[in-house]
């Protein structure tokens, strides 16, 4: 009675893994999601990319190649765990490429100046350490494995974006306000990144059931703005919501209304940048198609020859 | 004769070799190759780094690392020009890093030996790194030569179209630490060797008339120093 034993592993908080039974909408959804998440790694590669030969200081140079560099990583740990279920890389990619699945919405915002290098790091990995914390406990095992990892990694960027504001803010006035033009900007897009709000998140109660999601957007929304608040009286910048405001009875913060019809235009592909995201990626995977080629080729070739040697 | 021409010639090597490498970084053909670039390019920026950290301190004259890479136009730039054209076919990358890294390798496997204490210890650092780099590009070069009959072509015309910047690299250097003419043979035979066992022919392409040591450059590498000093300059004397 494989549902049972799933129902049960979930009932004790136990680990799916990869050769137990799963109901089939369950492997669905976090092919998905896994995929999805993947697909955000390596297209986040391109707004950071974009500022990598102009970075200001050869220090600065070799961080940001090594933060690109782990996202490329990250994308790696991702796609190998979502291929844990029966799907492949290529196939994924594809999905990617043709349009049919997502990557966060976020990185269809520009990175028009060198502080949204640092407002990306200490927002955007900020957020997203704030959604992928909980999913080191993902009832899928090698999804919540997968996650460990790659939060270690976030949580340095995150630094190092905050480091990157504090820096400019504390600077010159020019690179102060480079630095507060950047946080308008990305702001009220880092608090779209947790998704819709509760009660127009049609899948979310299936995902809590199941044990992949264990908080809901809002809730995970709240915690983000609580956390960066105090952090930007840190650095001396201003976010750019006149309702912010300590709430004593609630005990947290209180902000002003994310504009979620912007969210489902960048989502249906009008943002800044989406074509621009997507010519690049797909770009890339086109013009290495005969690299790819060859090595299979080769490879074959080699095989071959070993046999044909034995 | 003063350390800091070759210094800073071996710093600028490495520094446009890494700008160079690091476009790649989001744009190669498959992900393992964005990391594995994003690593050879890294090392390259650390060699340039401690170089030039060092050109600067032997020089006397308080200039950082940043100086040297942001506040130099390209008369003052001492790289080779296999190093700073542009590099956005897969094939001149691994044939150009195939033709660097094998000649970084002997180099700073003969510095690491030399009478000056940092230089050699930066070269024995080094050594290591670009050995993995030849490595890599050796493999590339054996699975697009003897791959398909579109990767064999490519990766020709992409040996003959680096080719005639080979010779540069072994042209005097003032005040060189290593005669550049005694790495020659060594390079070549290796070079070579990998060109064979890729089932691709030795190019015959002639040299150019090259003068990057005296900062005689191509066009090209004045487009790649606006791109990277052009923040830095645009805000003189501040942290970033
Ligand atoms: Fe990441
Ligand atoms: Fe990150």
Redesign the interface.
Known sequence: MPEVTFDQLLADDGRVEPRDEMPDAYRRTLIRQIAQHAHSEIIGMQPEGNWISRAPSLRRKAILMAKVQDEAGHGLYLYAAAETLGVDRADLLDQLHTGRQKYSSIFNYPTLSWADVGAIGWLVDGAAIVNQVPLCRCSYGPYARAMVRVCKEESFHQRQGFEILHTLAHGSPAQHAMAQDAVDRYWWPSLMMFGPPDDDSPNSARSMAWGIKRFSNDELRQRFVDMTVPQAEVLGLTLPDPELRWDEERGHYAFGTVDFSELQEVIAGNGPCNRDRMAHRVGAHEDGAWVRDAATAYALKQAARTEGAA | MSLVPYVLALADDA?VSA?RT??W???????????AL??I??DQ??Q??SL?SYAGAVEGAGRT??DL??LRDDRDFRNVWLVERPQTD??VTMARLLVFSSWQCELYAALASCGDPTVSAIAAKAVKEVAYHRDHARLWT???G???E??HQ?MQAALDAEWPYVEELFEPVDGALVDPASLRTAVLDRVQSVVQDATLAVPTTAPVVGGGRRGLHTEHLGHLLA??Q???RS?PG???
């Open positions: 520094l700008q690091a476009w970084i989001s744009r190669a053909p498959e992900l393992e190759e964005d990391l994003a690593n390019g890294l920026l650390g340039a780094r030039l690392e940043d890479a942001y897969f094939g054996l699975r697009l003897d791959g398909t579109e990767s490519r791109d990277m052009h923040l830095h805000h501040v942290t970033w």
